[in-house]
């Protein structure tokens, strides 16, 4: 009967690929069985099979009941970091996106149009983005507290009371505006890499043309995409893991300080590039007017331009070395003095 | 208000989940495959609804309580189970267990209805 057989596959369908052949031939058994009691003898009747699937339930909680536990890929205890973290990405990327289009706009209001549907496109693209990488990030973090709480239950047995946490001291609690202005910054420079790199240069007005004299080399920065995606993604997880644990403890501080450290180490390397700088940024600058030779300060933009390297990786890593000894201090001065 | 019956039955449900296990396990001396074993258990005033039994049959294969053999000699091919040594182990301690569990229930209902009994009936 066809019913039977669309019964079985709702259900042997949800169990692993493993159990599947022998729960079918199982069931098939039992439905047989369940309609030979129902009737002695022909061919079942349509309201018998229906009355021995009403018996067995819905096959939903019967695989439920099979596989003897729940799956799921984002568990409840992490559900609602999940959202918030996936509400604050996404929300800051439709932030970053619509202020873009609103510059591009300002900047050539007769391609309003083209920009619009630009605009469009990107914004669902960037959306997708977000929700890929928060879904993998907190996948991630889901499955290692898996892993964990399996390592825990099978070294001791049941749970003691000094497995309690501490109740956190106020002073090493997160606030939650911190991660938030965290994954903003994040979300905002990653969109301004990918959508916009060309408009991080000079500006110039003039006689109702505006122009963008970009710094880099939008060609060469775009092979430089999948370093960007990874500086994103590590600094999405470091935010979501202090959301998740919402105080500051030593290993959170290791991790911030791996983070920073690394995706410094990332933007140096890219910036260290010599191809990545615009090549005819000077030129560019004379021939728009702003500047030309022998003119007052010309000599001074060339030669911080010529030496962009060496002082702006510098600057890079102080900031990054003082957000480090920042945290340090924080995490320090309250861990002596509770 | 809520359905005295209805609450009980729940109630009752939930007490009998528990007590499904050493049905189970008592019928298995003998080798028996899942729609005999909900038959015989029926007979004994134990329902037990074959959605219930047949993934516990599987659960406690796993525990290594039973042991599992397919007869395909017949016209319908059947899972037969059959207690293992380990589970016998585990049914006689479950039974003893059980029994000094009813005892003190019994007397727990006792005290409490004697106190009760003549206002009661």
Redesign the interface.
């Known amino acids: 009967m066809e019913i039977i057989d669309r019964y079985i596959y709702a259900v042997t369908q949800r169990l692993p690929e493993g159990q599947r052949a022998e729960i079918k031939q199982e069931l098939q058994g039992l439905i047989e069985d369940m309609l030979e009691e129902r009737e002695a003898e022909g061919p079942p009747a349509q309201k018998d099979v229906e009355g021995v699937l009403l018996e067995l339930g819905d096959p939903n909680a019967l695989a439920a009941k099979y596989r003897g536990y729940d799956r799921y890929l984002i568990g409840p205890q992490m559900f609602e970091p999940y959202l918030t973290t996936l509400k604050i990405v996404l929300i800051s990327i439709a932030i970053a996106m619509t202020g873009m289009f609103a510059i591009e706009s300002i900047f050539e209001p007769s391609e309003i149009a083209e920009h619009f549907t630009d605009y469009i496109v990107s914004l669902i693209n960037a959306c997708v983005h977000g929700f890929g990488w928060v879904t993998i990030v907190f996948l991630l973090i889901e499955y290692r507290e898996q892993q964990n709480t399996i390592v825990k239950s099978s070294k001791s047995k049941g749970w003691k009371p000094s497995d309690l946490p501490q109740i956190p001291d106020t002073r090493l609690q997160i606030k939650m505006s911190d991660p938030i202005s965290g994954i903003i910054f994040t979300v905002m420079f990653t969109v301004l890499c990918l959508y916009a790199i060309e408009l991080l240069g000079v500006w110039r007005s003039h006689d109702g043309n505006r122009t963008v004299i970009p710094f880099l080399n939008a060609d060469v920065f775009r092979s430089y995409l999948p370093i960007v995606w990874v500086a994103a993604a590590l600094g999405i997880l470091k935010e979501s893991i202090r959301i998740i644990v919402r105080k500051r403890t030593g290993k959170l501080l290791a991790l911030h300080i791996a983070v920073s450290i690394v995706a410094t180490v990332l933007i140096g390397i890219m910036l260290a590039d010599p191809t990545i700088w615009n090549p005819v940024f000077i030129q560019q600058l004379e021939a728009s007017g702003i500047m030309s030779p022998g003119s007052e300060g010309y000599e001074t933009v060339v030669s911080i331009w010529n030496g962009v390297t060496d002082w702006l990786i510098p600057i890079i890593a102080i900031f990054a070395l003082i957000d480090i000894i920042s945290e340090t201090y924080k995490w320090y001065r309250v861990k002596t003095s509770s | 208000m809520t359905d005295v019956n209805e609450t009980i039955n729940g109630l009752l449900n939930e007490l009998r989940r528990g007590t499904i296990v050493i049905g189970v396990l008592s019928q298995l001396s003998i080798p028996q495959?899942?729609?005999s074993l909900v038959?015989v258990l029926e007979e004994k005033g134990i329902a037990v609804?074959?959605?219930?039994l047949?993934?516990?049959l599987?659960?406690l294969e796993k525990q290594e309580l039973l042991e599992s053999k397919?007869d395909t000699n017949e016209a319908?091919?059947?899972?037969y189970y059959l207690l293992s040594p380990f589970g016998q182990e585990v049914y006689a301690g479950l039974c003893q267990e059980w029994r000094k569990l009813s005892i003190s229930m019994e007397r727990i209902m006792d005290e409490s209805e004697g106190g009760k009994r003549d206002g009661d009936h």
Not at chain 2, 49 to 52: L, M, Q, Y
């Open positions: 495959y899942g729609y038959t609804d074959p959605g219930t047949y993934p516990l599987r659960r397919w319908r091919p059947r899972k």
